[in-house]
């Protein structure tokens, strides 16, 4: 055989094992890719309705806001900010709330200090007038004084008087014994006819004058009496009803006092909770706050965190309400372990969003606080604002299901459109 010859069998022969070998590698990839197809269509995967929300703690959001509104002058904190309950967030203008306390404290100490003043007067002794400011307390004692003067000086006059009308009745009492006791030897001469009969009768008269005198004497002398004792009366009552539109006034004075306080409390608005600014309507001074208007939302520390979110209303039908749901951190790089929780409700109707797809509000409870790490890695704690995913499991299908569903889905949408 030729050399020419023996290179041409060569050449057959190795095309011949080429062709053999691609064909055994035909069948080796169609058997791989039929068991593939086969593993595929008998492994499980779990079929589960994902939803996406956010972390909330919805029954423990407290609001702030203003009874009176006003002019906010100062804010003190920022949105996420930390607080702790009564702690200052707000300022308003407290200008005229100021100015309504200083009026009406001084008609107050004003309204006290007649009080004690006329308590005083009634007791007769100087009143006390501890603890009132300088101004007040001089003005009232001066008042007292003045007061006292006039009503000695009525008192004396009255007493005078009352004398005046008293003294005289001493010496018509010792007349009037005299007279009876001449009269009486007058009579007794007359009756023995040593004396006549008309200086008995003289003397008669001057005695029923001297009584006559007396009587009036007495009347007149009980009657400035009464007299001085109606104006003592009347000074007591007069004092008492003043005493009386005295604590009235001061009992008002008070009442206007404490709310003119209470608003001005009010003008610095504080956390009623601790726990972190959700919300702040007020960015800087200057913002005019209606009365009864929100400027603040603080989330409670502690609060029973929940996941707002929601669900695509193809896998609506795939929820149950208090089945248990599996959480994990959107935007997760895998560090992280999902938790566990449930699902609490579903809204009654779907919504449209701005694309025009339909979802359904759902809500879960959380268990855990916080993700866990994986390999012993930080975790990372829950907080309201936090984006996760919510994965509810309602059965199982193969991956060759799950890889061919949309085409089945498509043919079968095209089948019915024939």
Do not use: C
């Not at 058997?31 to 919805?58: E, F, N, R, Y």
């Not at 007292?144 to 007493?159: G, I, M, N, P, V």
């Not at 208007?293 to 208090?322: C, D, F, P, T």
């Amino acid at each position: 055989m030729t050399a020419i010859a023996r290179i041409g069998t060569e050449l057959i022969a190795i095309e011949e094992k080429r062709v053999r070998a691609g064909w055994i590698l035909s069948v080796a990839s169609a058997a791989i890719l039929a068991g593939g197809i086969v593993a595929a269509d008998h492994t499980p995967w779990d079929a589960s309705a994902t939803a996406q929300g956010v972390v909330v703690a919805p029954s423990r959001v407290q609001a702030v806001g203003s009874a009176e509104g006003g002019l906010v002058s100062r804010v003190l904190v920022r949105p996420s900010d930390r607080v702790e309950a009564g702690q200052p967030i707000l300022e308003l203008d407290s200008s005229l709330p100021a100015a309504d306390v200083e009026r009406l404290s001084y008609a107050s100490d004003a309204a006290r200090a007649d009080v004690l003043r006329l308590e005083a007067e009634m007791a007769g002794k100087e009143p006390l007038l501890d603890g009132l400011p300088d101004g007040i307390a001089r003005s009232a004692r001066a008042a007292w004084e003045l007061r006292a003067s006039r009503r000695r000086d009525e008192l004396a006059a009255k007493e005078a008087e009352t004398a005046a009308q008293t003294a005289p009745l001493a010496a018509y009492r010792q007349s009037l014994d005299a007279g009876l006791s001449v009269l009486r030897r007058l009579e007794e001469g007359a009756s023995m006819g040593v004396i006549p009969r008309n200086r008995a009768d003289d003397q008669r008269r001057q005695v029923e004058d001297l009584r006559g005198r007396l009587a009036k004497g007495e009347s007149d002398a009980k009657a400035a009496a009464l007299q001085l004792s109606v104006l003592r009366s009347a000074q007591m009552e007069a004092a008492s009803k003043d005493l009386a539109e005295a604590r009235g006034r001061f009992h008002e004075a008070e009442q206007q006092l404490r709310k003119a306080r209470e608003q001005d409390r009010r003008t610095v608005l504080r956390s009623p909770v601790s726990g972190r600014i959700k919300t702040l309507a007020a960015a800087g001074p200057g913002l005019a706050v209606k009365p009864g208007e929100q400027l603040a939302e603080i989330v409670e520390e502690g609060g029973e965190l929940r996941v707002e979110a929601r669900v695509a209303a193809s896998e609506r039908g795939h929820l149950k309400v208090g089945g248990p749901v599996r959480i994990v951190l959107a935007g997760d790089d895998g560090s992280h372990e999902g938790i566990e929780g449930r699902l609490l409700s579903i809204a009654p109707d779907s919504q449209a969003d701005q694309t025009g797809r339909r979802t359904f509000a759902v809500e879960a409870s959380i268990g855990p606080t916080s993700f866990p790490g994986r390999a012993g890695g930080p975790s990372y704690p829950l907080s309201s604002g936090v984006e996760v995913l919510v994965f509810q499991t309602y059965g199982e299908r193969s991956l060759l299901g799950f890889l061919a569903g949309p085409l089945l889905g498509q043919k079968a949408l095209w089948n019915e459109g024939r």
